[in-house]
């Protein structure tokens, strides 16, 4: 799949078919919805993640035809001292696997203090980079994280940070000199048998933090 494509906004008028290309691609594919075995099909109601195309910070990338093929979806992240409401609340009610998704997410971001790493008030955080098997090998994935970093940078963000469950995310994180600053091996995250809770497939062999200050001089 060769066909020219542009990077643009995504707004709150692409929740419907951004909602679609998640079921049929990130769904799909993502190591942790693999893992749960999460039914790919995940209705509206339950992509709480939804909310940030609001903010005008994400991104699609649509072909010239009108496909969309990539996706970062970024939400602002500000420190606050309020507790913060479990991402999990209500999921129970579509399907058990959402709620274990997220409630792995929340430990994780639980087991490390992001704000006493990064030393900031707020940042974007891409919570999700997601781009289409027909277009893979185009480095679309890179040029997503690249413009979020841009949005980041002349929105006056200071940090950009990017959650991977992926290894090839973290790949992509890795390659533009992006800090990991907290890694978590899935085979060490074990249950109260002590065996591990869940195991992605290869290559998927760990969730990282990584963090990009844009406060330093180019």
Known sequence: ???EYDIVPATEGDSERVAEFLRQTFFKYEPLNIAFKAPPNRPMEAMRF????????????????????????NGVSRKTTE????????????????????NFVDKVENNMDIWKIT???????LHILAVDPIASGRGIGTKLVKKSIEVAKSKGFPSLWVMCSSHYSAKIC??????????????????????????????HTEINMFVLNLTKAD
């Open 174 to 203: 890795r390659s533009l000199g992006m800090q990991s600053v907290y890694r978590l091996p899935y085979k060490d995250n074990k249950n109260e048998a002590g065996k591990p809770e869940f195991l992605p497939p290869a290559p």
């Open 50 to 73: 939804l909310k940030y195309l609001k903010e005008g910070t994400s991104l699609i990338a649509i072909t010239k035809s009108g496909l969309l093929i990539g996706l970062a979806m």
């Open 1 to 3: 799949m060769d066909e």
């Open 119 to 125: 030393g900031v008030e707020s940042a974007l955080y």
């Open 83 to 102: 507790a913060r409401v479990p991402r999990s609340r209500g999921l129970e009610a579509f399907h058990e696997s959402y709620t274990k998704i997220s």
